[in-house]
T-cell receptor
Framework: DAGVIQSPRHEVTEMGQEVTLRCKPI?????LFWYRQTMMRGLELLIY????????DSGMPEDRFSAKMPNASFSTLKIQPSEPRDSAVYFC?????????????FGQGTRLTVV | AQKVTQAQTEISVVEKEDVTLDCVYETRDTTYYLFWYKQPPSGELVFLIR??????QNEISGRYSWNFQKSTSSFNFTITASQVVDSAVYFCALSEENTGNQFYFGTGTSLTVIP
């Protein structure tokens, strides 16, 4: 299996622009997670989906952030409008099912820089 | 309150030395799971191990070993005969049966192995 695939790997954008991050989970996995990693806050869970349905989005920082999972093989995280403080590495991860005993497999991340 | 504490922010060792990375967790659940992930300089998060709260057996995998002690709420990770390729940030994480997919990550320990 190719693992979790994220695109783009790097994104540099100007403040105010819309940014869309993409993720393809591992085939057969039912849960998908979006995390953000910064030096100040470490790894933060933004949102997760079970069977394409958003279960917990309490980690989404503001209304500027939105996530969708239109089907089992694709998810997007959108920031509109972007701000410099959104600069971070964004990880997508997937797991086989939604239980606590299931490890998550991470993509390589998207490094976002908002200038 | 921090559910997972990794008190060691940075560690440096000389190649071939043994090194132990500490992880202390906090939970009220009787059923929970502990994980270790490795984040090499390339940036991706690599799953290393999962343990459940009912299995306190220590585990060894090659040069890696894990010591799980419920009495001290610790899940420490030892690398024997460290190698330069072990240089990475290591994260300990907790998930609880009652909160499902929520992974609580520690702040990570940055390990540098000096040749």
């Amino acid at each position: 299996d190719a693992g979790v695939i994220q695109s783009p790997r790097h994104e540099v954008t100007e403040m105010g622009q819309e940014v869309t991050l993409r993720c393809k989970p591992i085939s057969g996995h039912n849960s998908l997670f979006w995390y953000r990693q910064t030096m100040m806050r470490g790894l933060e869970l933004l949102i997760y989906f079970n069977n394409n349905v958003p279960i917990d989005d309490s980690g989404m920082p503001e209304d500027r952030f939105s996530a969708k999972m239109p089907n089992a093989s694709f998810s997007t995280l959108k920031i509109q409008p972007s701000e410099p403080r959104d600069s971070a590495v964004y990880f997508c991860a997937s797991s086989l099912w939604g239980g606590a005993n299931t490890e998550a497999f991470f993509g390589q991340g998207t490094r976002l820089t908002v200038v | 309150a921090q559910k997972v504490t990794q008190a060691q922010t940075e560690i440096s060792v000389v190649e071939k030395e043994d090194v132990t990375l500490d992880c202390v967790y906090e939970t009220r659940d009787t059923t929970y799971y502990l994980f270790w992930y490795k984040q090499p300089p390339s940036g991706e998060l690599v799953f290393l191990i999962r343990r459940n709260s009912f299995d306190e057996q220590n585990e060894i995998s090659g040069r890696y070993s894990w010591n799980f002690q419920k009495s001290t709420s610790s899940f420490n990770f030892t690398i024997t005969a460290s190698q330069v390729v072990d240089s990475a940030v290591y994260f300990c994480a907790l998930s609880e049966e009652n909160t499902g997919n929520q992974f609580y990550f520690g702040t990570g320990t940055s390990l540098t192995v000096i040749p």
